[in-house]
């Protein structure tokens, strides 16, 4: 089979070269390594002249990607991964006044959240698809300014058309999945081994501060301008500055770049989907993170609102702007902590153990489980006691988030990794925390006649709530199983996606045979 060019691909590519510290063009990347050593800089092996390595483009003409370029795309990414969290949880702090000026129940409050999470995993499928085979900043610029657009539309929504506003913030998710599909597969691209595993826990970062500001942002610009829909107003005049800055400063690397896979091509879908469905390690740990998901899309939503009404049920004081900025502070504490500790601590016990990542994301699972379950216990009796067992048990959660996404960059081959993230934001939001929220709102009202008193009373939507958040605890537990499961087949998937990646023959099926390159002499680099 021939290779093609891609159209509208304007992808540039990394010229193999010996790396000169104080040279922008350096390379940045690191080729895989066997003796569980820390890969440097840049390590790469290389047949060119002296003279080659200092170019700063390659044959064609396409520029080289430098260290320095590398990085800034990194910030870049970061930054507008912080905006898609920080627009997505927005709603979350300002919950109770949304419910309050539409005169909805919780059921119906949860619906919110959850035609956004269907919409995204909707679309992703479509945006992995176009991020294999087309110029991925185009496409998330694009993204970006639908969903700044939408989210900036909401806020118009008067109180008699509750039904268009979720419509809107349904099609916020069509923006987002265009971002959340495409943008570690360029990491991914750029980087190999330790230092991709060391971006994706920056990149990552951005789930925990970006959730935790919009619950800060949005309860405090609510209480600020006494309006809840100004909290809306926020992210899209960010969303255009960082369109702004996708363009100009976000690279576009040839896929399979860091790994010595630029000879692979994009293959049909229904070969993609055949390949990414018998990849056990794959499947296996996209059903953790759909217990992941699913926990904290529930927690994320409905642990403000729990823990006002355990302190108005006690006789306290009910401030929701007051609680929202707890919680936020607290999740983007834990979950930078958990990012954190997740990503490095995976890094040091690779030395011992190959399975270390999945083994690290079943370890903060189980663990989330006991915090989980008494800060729920606790909350009516003890608030400063349960936003500890929070903070722990998300800390524990957060875990895995880096290191999910980096087992998917090796366990997929390149020209896969887009459609294999969608399918992955497909299948953790259908399971996940597309119908978390809305079945924690539903169990709670359905609960309520059975606690003598309206599903809106905060003493009784706090045990009832209560009760629905258990759910969580549970789930966690099959999450954590899953993952136990992925360790048995992680090495033996991540060799064989090594082995087509970098072109070694292997017996396979015809059909996933997406290469086209003669055989190889060991320690030379295939001539196409």
């Known amino acids: 089979m021939s290779r093609t060019s891609t159209p509208l691909d304007d992808s540039v590519h990394l010229e193999e070269m010996d790396y000169f510290p104080d040279s922008d063009t350096a390379q940045i990347i690191s080729p895989d390594r066997e ?44 930054f507008i991964n912080l905006l898609n969290y920080m627009d997505r ?149 960010l969303g255009l500055i960082c369109v702004v800055l996708i363009i100009l400063f976000c690279q576009e690397p040839v896929r399979g770049m860091s790994e010595g896979g630029t000879h692979l091509h994009a293959t049909d879908i229904l070969t993609d989907l055949k390949s990414l469905f018998k990849n056990k390690s794959f499947m296996l740990s996209s059903v953790g993170f759909t217990c992941v998901a699913f926990a904290t899309g529930s927690l994320a939503i409905w642990a403000p609102t729990f823990m006002t009404d355990a302190i108005a049920s006690n006789g306290g004081k009910r401030d929701d702007a007051l609680v929202s900025l707890e919680f936020g502070v607290i999740t983007v504490v834990a979950g930078f902590l958990g990012v954190f500790l997740g990503a490095e601590g995976a890094r040091w016990y690779r030395r011992y153990n190959k399975q270390a990542d999945p083994l690290i994301c079943a370890f903060g699972l189980l663990s989330s489980v006991p915090f989980l ?31 999910t996404a980096d087992i998917l960059l090796y366990v997929v081959i390149p020209t896969r990794r887009s459609t294999a993230e969608a399918m992955q934001i497909l299948l953790s939001h259908a399971f996940g925390d597309a119908g978390s929220p809305y079945l924690t709102g539903a169990v709670a009202d359905a609960l309520a006649p059975y606690f003598g008193g309206s599903s809106t009373s905060p003493s009784v939507q706090f045990v009832t ?17 899953a993952y136990l499961a992925t360790a048995i087949y992680i090495e033996g998937d991540k060799q064989a996606a090594k082995q087509q990646t970098q072109a070694i023959p292997q017996e396979d099926d015809a059909d996933d045979l997406v290469v086209n390159c003669p055989a190889i002499d060991s320690g030379t680099t295939p001539v196409l």
């Open 35 to 78: 003796d569980g050593q820390e890969d440097g800089v840049n390590n790469s092996v290389s047949n060119t002249s002296a003279s080659d390595s200092c170019k700063t483009t390659d044959e064609k003409g396409a520029p080289i990607i430098g260290k320095r370029k590398a990085y800034i795309t990194v910030a870049t990414l970061l």
């Open 89 to 237: 949880f927005t709603i979350a702090g300002v919950l109770k006044q949304v419910q309050d000026y539409y005169h909805i129940d919780n059921s119906e409050a949860g619906i919110i959240q959850t035609s956004f999470i269907i919409a995204y995993m909707i679309f992703s499928p479509i945006f992995g698809y176009l991020g294999d085979r087309y110029t991925r900043k185009y496409i998330m610029a694009i993204g970006i300014l639908l969903w700044s657009g939408f989210t900036l539309g909401a806020s118009f929504i008067g109180d008699k058309h509750f039904g268009i506003f979720v419509l809107m913030r349904a099609l916020v998710g069509i923006g987002e999945a265009s971002y959340s599909t495409i943008a570690p597969t360029i990491i991914a691209d750029l980087f190999a081994k330790q230092m991709r595993t060391r971006m994706l826990m920056v990149f990552y970062f951005a789930i925990p501060v970006g959730s935790g500001l919009g619950f800060i942002v949005g309860a405090n610009v609510a209480e600020l301008f006494h309006d809840w829909k100004y909290a809306l107003r926020v992210t899209p005049g």
């Open 373 to 403: 379950f008494f800060a729920l216990t606790l909350a009516k009796i003890s608030p400063p006691a349960t936003w500890f067992l929070i903070f722990v048990g998300e800390t524990l959660l957060c875990l895995n988030w880096a290191l």
């Open 465 to 481: 709530l209560q009760y629905a958040l258990y759910m969580t605890a549970f789930v966690c537990v099959l999450g954590g199983g």
